[in-house]
């Protein structure tokens, strides 16, 4: 029986079959200015010649999977004939959803799963579960790790000791990856150019010059224009010009303190007004609330997920804020995965392979029998 993985993220679907490879897909809907009444799904972005003002049909909002209707489409994108050619009956499937989701999110996610699409049998986890497996998989003789995950919605921290996560150290920030490019949409709106309907192409811009570390250098991004440049770029440093215009006449968009004042909303939400903790307040916020003989393994196990840890710097700084926070004669060590979209994805490929894997999920035969409360018993969300 085949087994598929899906790391169902607010912002990108990590999907593939337990023995193959993974492929990332945006977890939305899309329209456009030019095509107004045509809707593209997922990965049918690409079609789009001009993705200028694009729209997007998220089914997530502020973390939680609301939108049914977009998620069925994503879905039946993701399943049918063009792109995994699911056989349900033949199927099981691992998929990831929020730490304490509601109850009835969980019992709209069991139906459509065993009604609709009809499965034989499905695990629901939460992705730091899958990425805490996957550590400990990689390093068999630690006993705890604490998962720091930066997505879209917001930052979670989840102390895990052997496999088990502990929900007393459980810790939620309300910043993440959209709060960031909106932000960025606003100062650059405010300074330089009316931007507030370009998310596409302002998520870019922070994806390709992002760093938290504080070296003043200004950089030049050329926007793309969508017939000649098709994506935006970095001038390189030596083409910078510093007094007057570019006579290229590209459109240019100069960033300076932005550069880091957007990151750092992650480390000081308090600094454009979100009164929470930073991600190193709350790790030891997290830790100082277990007990004291786990505290040395926590600190120096700590996991970075997510697509928010990949600006450059962040780990060094992450780990540089945490030992001035944390008990001197504690070690802190902070690991960063060579890939920390993918590592839940690649923690539930792992678990479906061990041979607890037929005992953790729920059969079709199960679900039919027993109906949520069976789901209740065996999915610890």
């Known amino acids: 029986m085949a087994t598929l993985v899906l790391d169902n993220g607010a912002y990108t679907a990590k999907i593939g079959y337990s023995l193959e490879k993974v492929s990332i897909i945006p977890n939305c809907q899309f329209r456009s200015k030019t095509s107004r009444l045509k809707t593209f799904t997922a990965n049918q972005l690409d079609e789009i010649k001009d993705p200028s003002g694009l729209f997007y049909i998220l089914p997530f909002q502020k973390g939680y999977l609301v939108n049914w209707d977009v998620q069925r489409k994503v879905w039946d994108h993701l399943f ?39 499965f034989q049998s499905a695990l629901r986890i939460n ?22 995950d930066s997505g ?33 949409k606003e100062i650059i ?22 760093g938290c570390t504080k070296n003043t ?16 770029f970095c001038k390189p440093r030596e083409e910078m010009v510093f007094n007057g215009k570019y006579k290229t006449g590209e459109q240019i968009l100069r960033l300076a303190n932005e550069r880091f004042a ?32 786990m505290q040395p393994h926590f600190y120096q196990n700590i996991v970075l997920t997510g697509g928010n840890t990949l600006f ?25 995965p060579e ?29 039919e029998e027993n109906g949520h409360c069976i789901c209740e018993d065996k999915f610890d969300i």
């Open 152 to 184: 879209f919605s917001f930052t979670h921290i989840a102390p895990y000791c052997r496999s088990k996560k502990m929900k007393d150290g459980i810790r939620r920030i309300n910043v993440g990856g959209k709060l960031l490019t909106n932000h960025l």
């Open 217 to 232: 250098l200004m950089r030049d991004y050329v926007l793309p224009d969508f017939s000649s440049i098709k994506k935006g």
């Open 312 to 336: 450059p710097g962040f780990r060094e700084r992450l780990e540089a804020e945490l030992r001035s926070l944390a008990p001197a004669h504690l070690p802190v060590s902070v690991i960063q």
């Open 80 to 118: 049918g004939k063009e792109m995994f050619k699911v056989e349900f009956a033949d199927t099981s499937i691992v998929i990831t959803e929020p730490y304490f989701n509601f109850s009835l999110i969980q019992e709209s996610m069991n139906e459509i799963l065993f009604e609709e699409y009809q």
């Open 127 to 148: 992705a730091g579960s899958l990425s805490a497996h996957h550590y400990f998989h990689t390093k068999p003789t630690e006993l705890c790790c604490l998962v720091v």
């Open 189 to 210: 709106s405010y300074r330089q150019l009316h931007v507030m309907d370009e998310t596409h192409v302002i998520n870019q811009v922070k994806e390709d010059v992002y």
């Open 262 to 293: 957007v990151p750092e909303m992650l480390f000081h939400p308090s600094d454009i007004g979100i009164q929470e903790m930073g991600i190193p307040e709350a790790i030891v916020d997290s830790i100082q609330s277990l007990p004291e003989e």
């Open 339 to 367: 890939n920390p979209v993918c590592y839940s994805w690649e923690g539930g490929k792992l678990l479906a392979h061990t041979p607890d894997y037929d005992e953790m999920v729920v059969t079709r035969e199960d679900y």
